[in-house]
């Protein structure tokens, strides 16, 4: 058998053996991030206040429309909470014989263009419409018209706001909520759910649009370590067989997955968990199972987390990276970063922002759990802030970062 035969024959009887061990896994799709549970622990309160706002498109029909924010960090639950809140409300809707749709468009999917997230939403009702020849201002009002010939009420939620805020500013979000007022004396066929990390964001927003969404905000706060062990337990009785998962394992999941509050990184952090226990045969999931897969995921650098920062703040991250990474030692003075913050932001043609608001980007990034921000003690000349990096290596974020930077100004010059 020549070599290549034997490699080939080595790869298959590699993958012949590990499909004929035993897994822990009896369904891993509710460790899925596409995964939408039937039930959200600790988030019956807001689930009851979305009901309570969108009863009025159960009870009155096309008689009026809601706008809501839904806010809260990575891993919170903004997005499987307008998700399950929308198909619960749809099922309602039609055992009462409403024609009631919700429709979920994520705006970084949709590359922060009002066009390209209208152009989704009119395919969900006609699949065969044509893909150019209008304007977003077009799509919107072929949008009302198509919603008026088949009489249906809509629910668009855009999810991850802040992306078209970024890119188009205020007049596609002024355009959805005003849409309605050039539409007198007939239904209402339009509702907005807007879903965004943080509220400020809006402040790049004129102040009649910021007024009109600050009205009803439904705030998701982190998770701690008991919400996620309720969190964790539904999804091991659906994805593990029966006692597989040792209680000190899930108990040190929910523990790491508590310092951030984030539900997405302590279910990937499981389902990885599982992965090694499989990769050893191994009939349960023990803590050193989970180590080891807490030692291979920095949640921090996960796609949607480095999505969600701003380009200041991933200029900031990326100077204490390098500076931490060049100097070896634990810690960097926010001067010796801004310094180097400056130089980032010349590297990739951006105004460095100014002292406070440097400062402002270290407490949201420790706020976070990314970076760590303590006063100087003894050692250090004056009073200081020391900025660190929350466990993760400066090296492999120095990469991560110079990676998402350099695809971001790529599609900017595209753009142009």
């Known amino acids: ?13 590699i993958v012949k053996e590990t499909l004929e061990r035993p897994t822990v896994f009896k369904d891993e799709t509710p460790l899925s991030l596409e995964y939408m549970p039937r039930k959200l622990p600790h988030r019956d309160e807001q689930m ?11 009870d009155s029909p096309f008689s009026t429309s809601q706008r809501v924010l839904i806010t809260g960090d990575v891993g919170t ?4 909470l307008a998700q ?16 009631l749709h919700y429709v979920h468009v994520n705006c970084r999917e949709a590359k922060g263009s009002l066009f390209m997230i ?42 991850e706001l802040e992306h078209l805020i970024r890119v188009e500013e205020s007049t596609p979000i002024y355009n959805l909520t005003r849409i309605q007022e050039e539409r007198v004396g007939k239904p209402i066929r339009l ?13 790049k927003l004129d102040k009649s649009t910021i007024d ?12 701690n370590s008991r919400q996620l062990i309720d969190i964790l337990k539904d999804r091991v009785g659906l994805a593990f067989k029966e006692n597989v998962v040792a209680d000190e394992a899930l108990q040190l999941v929910a523990d790491i997955g508590g310092q951030s509050g984030d539900a997405r990184y302590s279910i990937e952090l499981l389902w990885r968990a599982g992965k090694y226990a499989d990769s050893e045969s191994a009939k349960h999931i023990l803590t050193d199972h989970v180590r080891k897969a807490a030692g291979s995921v920095y949640p921090m650098l996960r796609g949607e987390y480095i999505a969600a920062l701003s380009s200041h703040e991933k200029y900031m991250l990326l100077a204490l990276a390098r500076v931490l990474g060049e100097s070896q ?32 980007y270290a407490r949201g990034l420790g706020a976070i759990g990314v970076i760590t921000a303590s006063k100087s003690g003894e050692g250090v000349r004056g009073k200081t802030t020391l900025l660190g990096l929350q466990n993760i290596p400066a090296t492999t974020m120095r990469e991560q970062l110079e990676a998402a930077l350099t695809t971001s100004r790529k599609k900017r010059v595209q753009r142009k």
């Open 118 to 159: 209208l152009k989704r939403v009119l395919t969900q009702f006609e699949p065969e419409f044509p893909k150019r020849g209008f304007a977003p201002e077009e799509l919107l009002h072929t949008l009302m018209d198509m919603l008026d010939d088949k009489n249906i009420h809509l629910i668009l939620a855009l999810d």
């Open 329 to 360: 030692e634990a810690y960097a003075t926010i001067g010796v970063v801004e310094r180097e913050y400056k130089a980032v932001c010349e590297e990739y043609d951006d105004k460095p922002r100014k002292h406070t608001q440097i400062w402002k």
């Open 77 to 80: 639950g903004k997005t499987v």
């Open 48 to 58: 009851r206040f979305l009901t309570q706002l969108f009863r009025f498109t159960l």
């Open 191 to 203: 509702s907005l759910i807007f879903i965004l990390r943080e509220i400020e964001y809006l402040q």
């Open 212 to 223: 009109t969404l600050q009205r009803n905000i439904v705030k998701l706060d982190k998770y």
């Open 84 to 99: 399950r809140f929308g198909t619960d409300l749809v099922k309602a809707a039609r055992n009462r014989k409403v024609n």
């Open 1 to 13: 058998m020549s070599r290549v035969g034997a490699l080939v024959q080595l790869s298959s009887d």
